[in-house]
């Protein structure tokens, strides 16, 4: 069966950087593309980016290019995000999930606090 | 990028239908693809319509989606509510690679 198990939480102050993990299994690891999407408190989901395990370049939402960076390990089947120059606004659950025809999983997040 | 704009919440009793609506700002909605999403708080999203009106295997059949190109928008309709509905939802679709969510909407079964 399929799993995506990320890192554990993580607390930042601002101006740091943060890298979360998202480990996959159960599936062959470079065949499908992986996202990645937070939720910030009283928000509602905000996709960040995808990264093709097989290769190619990653694909940062707009709002997020400069500042995020994601990689893949295919010996680990991992994916990576991390991001930098953290604030306050960046405090949010992180999932990794998986795209078919749509996201069919989902890591069970990650919860990044940027806090001083 | 289009916006997709949801209601911020609605409300309705057990054993009812309730229908969320996502309506797109600009290019056709029956371009690409609508999923929708249920999150509750504490868990992981899931999905329960994908490609418009496509349920994964294991959501129930009270779970129905359809788009109006009329209106520009989708929309999912939840049939007998249950209080484990109770949760937010969100319609997705892609511009150009990107994945677009809407705003959410949190459904109160009451």
């Known amino acids: 069966q399929v799993h995506l198990v990320q890192s554990g939480a993580e607390v930042k102050k601002p101006g740091a950087s943060v890298r979360i993990s998202c480990e996959a299994s159960?599936?062959?690891?470079?065949?499908?593309?992986i996202h990645w999407v937070r939720r910030a408190p009283g928000q509602g989901l905000e996709w960040v980016g995808i990264i093709n395990p097989g290769g190619g370049s990653p694909k940062y939402a707009q709002k997020f290019q400069g500042r995020v960076t994601m990689t893949s390990d295919a010996s680990t089947s991992t994916v990576y995000m991390e991001m930098n120059s953290l604030t306050s606004d960046d405090t949010a659950v992180y999932y990794c999930?998986?795209?078919?025809?749509?996201?069919?999983?989902w890591g069970q997040g990650t919860l990044v606090t940027v806090s001083s | 990028n289009f916006v997709l704009t949801q209601p911020h919440s609605v409300s309705e009793s057990p054993g009812k239908t309730v229908t969320i609506s996502c309506s797109r700002s600009?290019?056709?909605?029956?371009?690409?693809?609508v999923q929708w999403y249920q999150h509750r708080p504490g868990s992981s999203p899931t999905t329960v319509i994908y490609e418009d009106k496509q349920r994964p295997s294991g959501v129930p059949d009270r779970f129905s989606g359809s788009i109006d190109t009329s209106s520009n928008s989708a929309s999912l309709t939840i049939s007998r509510l249950k209080t484990e509905d109770e949760a937010d939802y969100y319609c997705q679709s892609t511009d150009r690679g990107n994945r677009i969510f809407g705003g959410g909407t949190r459904l109160t079964v009451l």
């Open positions: 999930a998986r795209w078919v025809y749509y996201f069919d999983f």
């Open positions: 159960g599936y062959n690891f470079i065949n499908y593309y």
């Open positions: 600009s290019g056709s909605i029956a371009s690409v693809y």
